[in-house]
Nanobody, 124 residues
Framework: QVQLVESGGGSVQAGGSLRLSCGAS????????MGWFRQAPGKEREGVGV????????YYADSVNGRFTISQDNAKNTLYLQMNSLKPEDTAMYYC?????????????????WGQGTQVTVSS
C-alpha cells in the first residue's frame, strides 16, 4: 500500500503563486507514475498533470500548461506542484495520486492511490 499526504494549499489573490507538496510513504518503490488532480465545487474531478517517477517530462492539462509545473524529489518521496499566475477558476481541492503500472496519463480511473486533498482558493 501507498499513502499520500498533500500540503501547501491556501488562499491567494489572482496572479499569485502557491506550491503544493505530496509526501508518499509505504511501498513507494512500486510507484511508476504520480499526478495531480483537482475538483471544484459542483464539478467533476479533472487532471492537472502527471509525471513518471523514473524521470522524464511532465504532461499537463491545457488549462494549466505554461502556468503549473510538476517536479519531484525521489530521495524525499515528494511530489510538488508549483502554481503560478493563478486564476479564480483554479479554485479547487487538489489531490495527489499515484499508480504502479500502465500508462502515465491524465485518467482518474488509472490511479490506485489518492491523498485526502488540499484546498486552493484564488480570489479575484
Amino acid at each position: 500500500q501507498v499513502q499520500l499526504v498533500e500540503s501547501g494549499g491556501g488562499s491567494v489573490q489572482a496572479g499569485g503563486s502557491l506550491r503544493l507538496s505530496c509526501g508518499a510513504s509505504g511501498y513507494t518503490y512500486t510507484i511508476r507514475c504520480m499526478g495531480w488532480f483537482r475538483q471544484a465545487p459542483g464539478k467533476e474531478r479533472e487532471g492537472v498533470g502527471v509525471i513518471l517517477t523514473g524521470g522524464g517530462s511532465a504532461y499537463y492539462a491545457d488549462s494549466v500548461n505554461g502556468r503549473f509545473t510538476i517536479s519531484q524529489d525521489n530521495a524525499k518521496n515528494t511530489l510538488y506542484l508549483q502554481m503560478n499566475s493563478l486564476k479564480p477558476e483554479d479554485t479547487a481541492m487538489y489531490y495527489c495520486a499515484a499508480k504502479s503500472s500502465g500508462f502515465c496519463r491524465l485518467m482518474l480511473a488509472d490511479f490506485s492511490y489518492w491523498g485526502q486533498g488540499t484546498q486552493v482558493t484564488v480570489s479575484s
